[in-house]
């Protein structure tokens, strides 16, 4: 009886500036398998610095726009504590995930571990066999997961893009229909004159929630916008100014 072993992975084997997306037959480790994401990025006024939007996470999806099962892409990296995990192989990334990627339920603990079971393990090019024979430090994807988000929420740093652009935080004002609104139209072409590409914008009534930033992938790991895949839920949008301190 033989046995077969899966080969050593080896970046050197990955063809150059592959795109996601754009080809079925190259390692998921060159090439992100599910190779649309989106960036969410959230505006609570009780949650975060008063001058940035915090993180709700990136979400691999199909190359169609679908989204991946709720108990996320691979059950034995299920990993639980995932706030330890990342307090013991990098504490600083720990503290900045505490300053911009906060529960609004208040446990960090739960809404990281969340994010990384459903989405985290979705992410081909961060499967262990990826680090190849330079050897793996076990759950040291579960970092380098949260590390490039907090990177990309960096680059693409919407409260800055907004401001320079005259979409700037209006005074509180109470109640479900706040008076001092922005159009969608101005949102949206706010962060396309930084950028190039238009962002989904999401509400609950008209109070801004999210924003929506979509991705594909040059290689293993270096994001570039794209087009919106999904849908608005806004019309007048209330851009209120945070109760928190600025950073």
């Not at 190359?63 to 013991?88: A, H, V």
């Not at 990334?93 to 459903?118: C, I, Q, R």
Request: charged share 20%; proline share 8%.
């Amino acid at each position: 009886m033989t046995t077969t072993t899966t080969p050593l992975f080896s970046p050197d084997t990955c063809p150059i500036d592959t795109i996601s997306c754009t080809r079925t037959d190259i390692d998921p480790c060159c090439s992100p398998q599910n190779g649309l994401l989106v960036l969410a990025l959230q505006w609570d006024t009780r949650w975060g610095p008063s001058n940035a939007f915090t993180v709700h996470g990136l979400w691999p999806d199909t190359c169609e726009g679908k989204q991946l099962p709720n108990q996320g892409c691979d059950p034995q990296r299920s990993y639980t504590n995932i706030s330890g995990i990342i307090q013991t192989s990098d504490p600083l990334l720990h503290a900045d995930m505490t300053t911009y990627w906060p529960s609004n339920k208040g446990d960090n603990d739960w809404f990281w571990t969340h994010e990384w079971v459903k989405h985290g393990t979705c992410v081909s090019t961060l499967h262990p066999r990826c680090y190849g024979s330079e050897g793996y430090v076990p759950r040291q994807e579960v970092a380098d997961y949260f590390r490039k988000i907090l990177e990309l929420r960096e680059k693409y740093d919407l409260f800055k893009a907004l401001a320079k652009n005259g979409v700037v935080p209006t005074e509180p004002e109470a109640g479900r229909r706040p008076k001092n609104t922005y159009s969608l139209k101005q949102f949206k072409q706010a962060i396309k004159n930084e950028w190039g590409v238009e962002p989904n914008v999401r509400c609950i009534g008209r109070r801004l929630q999210e924003v929506f930033l979509w991705f594909k992938v040059r290689g293993p790991d270096n994001y570039y916008l794209v087009e919106p895949y999904g849908r608005d839920s806004c019309g007048a949008i209330s851009y209120q100014r945070k109760s928190t301190a600025a950073v």
